[in-house]
Every structure is written in structure tokens, then in C-alpha cells.
């Protein structure tokens, strides 16, 4: 028996490749996108998580996203706002 076969993996680019949110006044909030490309061949399955240890503060979250889960199909793009 012959078995040929390509081994396929999830790549992925993120743009911008770092969130520079500047100077943002307390109380107040600033959006931007993040847009996540699926490069590869093969569907890609995407879970974004804001990791605890990065919340300086105990009253609320520093960051929040849109989406938290979501899929990205073969050369698409997934954008997520982040503010």
C-alpha cells in the first residue's frame, strides 16, 4: 500500500504586529483593529484571551475584545476591535 500525503499547519499574520494604544486619558478609551490573516491552507480556528496577569488594576479589565472565538478560512481575515 502507498500513502502519499502534504502535512498542512495554521499560519497566521497579525497587523499591526503591536498595540500602541499612546497616551489615553483615564475614564476614556481608544479602539483599535487588529486584524488577524490566516496564511496558510487549512481552516483556522482562533480563541483570544486577555491574560490576567496583564490587568494592572483590580476595578475593571485594562483591555477588552469584540470577538473571542471565531474561525479564519484559508488566505481570509479576521478584524477585532480592541479597546
Keep these: 500500500m ?6 498542512k499547519y495554521v499560519f497566521l499574520h ?22 488577524v490573516f490566516n496564511t496558510s491552507e ?10 490576567e496577569d496583564c490587568v494592572q488594576y483590580s476595578f475593571s479589565p485594562v483591555f477588552k475584545v ?3 472565538e ?3 478560512r484559508p488566505n481570509k481575515h479576521l478584524s477585532v476591535k480592541v479597546w
Design 2 to 7: 502507498n500513502l502519499n500525503g502534504t502535512g
Design 14 to 35: 497579525l497587523s499591526p504586529p503591536v498595540l500602541d494604544f499612546g497616551d489615553v486619558v483615564v475614564g476614556s478609551t481608544k479602539e483599535i483593529i487588529l486584524n
Design 42 to 51: 487549512v481552516l483556522a480556528k482562533v480563541y483570544i484571551n486577555v491574560i
Design 66 to 68: 469584540e470577538i473571542v
Design 70 to 72: 471565531s474561525s479564519i
